[in-house]
């Protein structure tokens, strides 16, 4: 099984920053990663696929990036709306899995 | 493009329910489905899924043997039977869709449904 370990575990920002997530695998799952953003008490949401695809209707000051074993989300210039957790999730290898989250709050 | 879930609730350790999942504003046959849960506070886990006609599923180890995905195209309707259902069962239920081809998925999830509680609990 691919553990997929997404760090850090919280990071607290501000409006208008920069933030950048990581998630690592414990294996290579070449670019099978996808990133999605649960918001409290909704679903979650699919942001990006193949590592670095954007989703239809995903706002521009996201993007993605990596491949193998090394992960990058990174989100520009912070809205309100982007205060959320992020999951990734690997679909390289069976059982699908996913990380443990990376929780964006407001500093 | 929407997921609805019900059947969730209170239940008995070794008791069953039926979760279901109505599907509307896009293709749903052409869609494979995919069972994902969130337990209380925690992440999200993968559970099961199923092909666009049925014919195909797959299930977590922690589940296999104790729950059934099932479809029916002609009501855009996807099911997860549970049964032996255990304390640590307890999550919200997702069901999710799967835009890949009739022989491959792509195993990521758009569209996502609101959720289901099940609480497995004496």
């Known amino acids: 099984e691919t553990v997929l370990t997404q760090s850090p575990p919280t990071l607290s920002m501000s409006q208008g920053e920069t933030a950048t997530l990581s998630c690592r695998a414990s294996q290579s799952v070449d670019s099978d990663l996808a990133w999605y953003q649960q918001k409290p008490y909704q679903a979650p949401s699919l942001l990006f696929y193949d590592a670095s695809t954007r989703a239809t209707g995903v706002p521009a000051r996201f993007s993605a990036s990596g491949s193998g074993t090394e992960f990058t989300l990174t989100i520009s210039s912070l809205q309100s709306e982007d205060f959320a957790i992020y999951y990734c999730?690997?679909?390289?290898?069976?059982?699908?899995?996913f990380g443990g989250g990376t929780k964006v709050d407001i500093k | 493009v929407q997921l609805v879930e019900s059947g969730g609730g209170l239940v008995q350790p070794g008791g069953s329910l039926r979760l279901s999942c109505a599907a509307s504003?896009?293709?749903?046959?052409?869609?494979?489905m995919h069972w994902v849960r969130q337990a209380p506070g925690q992440g999200l886990v993968w559970v099961s899924r199923?092909?666009?006609?049925?014919?195909?599923?797959t299930y977590a180890d922690s589940v296999k043997g104790r729950f059934t995905i099932s479809r029916d195209n002609a009501k855009n309707m996807v099911y997860l039977e549970m049964d032996s259902l255990r304390v640590d069962d307890t999550a919200i239920y997702y069901c999710?869709?799967?835009?890949?081809?009739?022989?491959?998925?792509?195993?990521?999830?758009?569209?996502w449904g609101q959720g289901t509680l099940v609480t497995v609990s004496s």
């Open positions: 999730q690997q679909y390289n290898d069976w059982p699908l899995t």
């Open positions: 999710a869709g799967d835009s890949g081809t009739y022989f491959v998925p792509e195993n990521w999830f758009r569209p």
């Open positions: 199923i092909n666009t006609d049925g014919t195909k599923t």
């Open positions: 504003g896009f293709r749903f046959s052409s869609y494979w």
